[in-house]
């Protein structure tokens, strides 16, 4: 009996046993369950406080008679206009690749108050999955190339040569659309190139400066030439430790250094210092680990404006963050060295590809598109 005894008050504590693993089961799954959708929650959060072109502010739509002493052409993009060749026949044929993702990056150089959108810095952005390559391509905002089709605010269709820094404050000062500055930004460059533009991604002087700073400034080579502009032209110089050669700016004088204009071979050198910024950015997010990443977006994402949904922005960072420690960076502007004319048009002097077949060819091959045969 003793025996037995002991063994029937041990038998309800086992039964309590097995009742009480399934509740802790069940409570871990709903924790999980729960920091999971508060992930998710705030995850898309944090996305929806992105400024997407539709939500900008649009402005009333101004007639043609109405703006005659304005100094903007009167013509605006046509939005029923689909571009699927270039000027030159039927070539190039604008044709995707799947290993490739070319993202548009315009440098807002509008300051607070004003209407007009000026893109003070176009850099297309490629990235190629096969290659492991990140070419960053500026098209210098004075060059001269052909539009698609687009209509005035009378309805008169318009085609011709422009250059190619108007057509983000065409796009939006005609329509009061942000979107159709970003539209008619990308259809040029399809226009001309064959080179699909998948999305585009707006920032500010501010919003820069902001992402310098995050990313733990850049390191810059500055010349004794570029630090005497800056010296000249920027504030707190001489009490920040700049200097001439290696420097590690701030984001006030990266952006100082990136707008040097009115030395050396003007827009050309312009172009190359901005290359160089973000050349140094991406080599500073390379090192980042996950959580750095992730902080580092969630103070960002706020302050951009894209044409990219949730969804898009979502699958871009699952696909290229884990490719970023591995991604070789090449840089190089349009037009390319030794393929160029100036072009004079209404007083007005610009650059352009002295040869528009060449040119798109030469881009094409340097993002690792597939470049079809050309007859011409």
Same mark, same amino acid.
């Given at each position: 009996?003793a025996?037995? #005894?002991?063994?029937?008050?041990?038998?309800?504590?086992?039964?309590?046993?097995?009742?009480?693993?399934?509740?802790?089961?069940?409570?871990?799954?709903?924790?999980?369950v729960?920091?999971?959708?508060?992930?998710?929650?705030?995850?898309?959060?944090?996305?929806?406080?992105? @400024?997407?072109?539709?939500?900008?502010?649009?402005?009333?739509?101004?007639?043609?008679?109405?703006?005659?002493?304005? @100094?903007?052409?009167?013509?605006?993009?046509?939005?029923?206009?689909?571009?699927?060749?270039?000027?030159?026949?039927?070539?190039?044929?604008?044709?995707?690749?799947e290993?490739?993702?070319?993202i548009?990056?315009?440098?807002?150089?509008?300051?607070e !108050?004003? @209407?007009?959108?000026?893109?003070?810095?176009m850099?297309?952005?490629?990235?190629?999955?096969?290659?492991?390559?990140?070419?960053?391509?500026?098209?210098?905002?004075?060059?001269?190339?052909?539009?698609?089709?687009?209509?005035?605010?009378?309805?008169?269709?318009?085609?011709?040569?422009?250059?190619?820094?108007?057509?983000? /404050?065409? !796009?939006?000062?005609?329509? !009061?659309?942000?979107?159709?500055?970003?539209?008619?930004?990308?259809?040029?460059?399809?226009h001309?190139?064959?080179?699909?533009?998948?999305?585009?991604?707006?920032?500010?002087?501010?919003?820069?400066?902001?992402?310098?700073?995050?990313? #733990?400034?850049?390191?810059?080579?500055?010349?004794?030439?570029?630090?005497?502009?800056?010296?000249?032209?920027?504030?707190?110089m001489?009490?920040?430790?700049?200097?001439?050669?290696?420097?590690?700016?701030?984001? $006030?004088?990266?952006?100082? $250094?990136?707008?040097?204009?009115?030395?050396?071979?003007?827009? $050309?050198?312009? &172009?190359?210092?901005?290359?160089?910024?973000?050349?140094?950015?991406?080599?500073?997010l390379?090192?980042? /680990?996950?959580?750095?990443?992730?902080?580092?977006?969630?103070?960002?994402?706020?302050?951009? &404006?894209?044409?990219?949904?949730?969804?898009?922005?979502?699958? $871009?960072?699952?696909?290229?963050?884990?490719?970023?420690?591995?991604?070789?960076?090449?840089?190089?502007?349009?037009?390319?060295?030794?393929?160029?004319?100036?072009?004079?048009?209404?007083?007005?002097?610009?650059i352009?590809?002295?040869?528009?077949k060449?040119?798109?060819?030469?881009?094409?091959?340097?993002i690792?598109?597939?470049?079809?045969e050309?007859?011409?």
């Amino acid at each position: 009996m003793a025996k037995g #005894g002991k063994y029937l008050a041990k038998k309800p504590v086992a039964k309590k046993k097995k009742k009480v693993l399934p509740i802790i089961l069940l409570v871990l799954l709903l924790i999980v369950v729960i920091c999971v959708g508060a992930g998710v929650w705030y995850y898309n959060h944090l996305l929806s406080m992105i @400024t997407r072109p539709d939500s900008v502010p649009v402005r009333p739509s101004v007639s043609v008679e109405a703006t005659e002493t304005e @100094t903007l052409p009167n013509e605006t993009l046509a939005p029923e206009t689909t571009v699927e060749t270039s000027p030159e026949d039927t070539w190039p044929q604008i044709v995707s690749d799947e290993n490739i993702t070319n993202i548009m990056l315009v440098g807002q150089a509008a300051r607070e !108050g004003e @209407t007009h959108l000026i893109s003070d810095t176009m850099i297309l952005v490629s990235i190629n999955r096969e290659q492991k390559t990140l070419t960053l391509t500026s098209l210098m905002r004075d060059m001269c190339l052909v539009w698609p089709k687009y209509i005035d605010t009378n309805g008169k269709e318009h085609s011709g040569n422009n250059r190619i820094n108007m057509a983000y /404050n065409m !796009g939006y000062h005609w329509t !009061g659309n942000k979107q159709d500055s970003m539209d008619l930004l990308e259809s040029i460059v399809q226009h001309n190139f064959g080179v699909p533009v998948d999305r585009t991604i707006e920032i500010d002087f501010q919003i820069f400066m902001d992402i310098v700073d995050l990313l #733990g400034r850049v390191e810059i080579d500055i010349s004794e030439e570029e630090y005497a502009y800056m010296l000249e032209n920027a504030n707190w110089m001489e009490d920040c430790g700049v200097h001439p050669g290696v420097n590690k700016l701030c984001g $006030y004088h990266a952006l100082c $250094y990136a707008r040097i204009r009115k030395i050396g071979h003007g827009d $050309y050198d312009r &172009t190359e210092r901005q290359r160089k910024v973000i050349t140094s950015l991406i080599g500073n997010l390379k090192e980042m /680990n996950i959580l750095q990443i992730h902080k580092l977006f969630t103070q960002i994402l706020p302050k951009i &404006t894209t044409d990219m949904t949730n969804q898009e922005i979502t699958n $871009y960072a699952f696909e290229f963050i884990p490719m970023l420690k591995d991604l070789k960076i090449q840089s190089q502007r349009i037009p390319f060295e030794g393929n160029e004319i100036s072009v004079v048009r209404d007083g007005d002097y610009m650059i352009a590809p002295a040869n528009l077949k060449t040119t798109a060819k030469q881009l094409q091959e340097s993002i690792g598109m597939t470049v079809a045969e050309t007859t011409d």
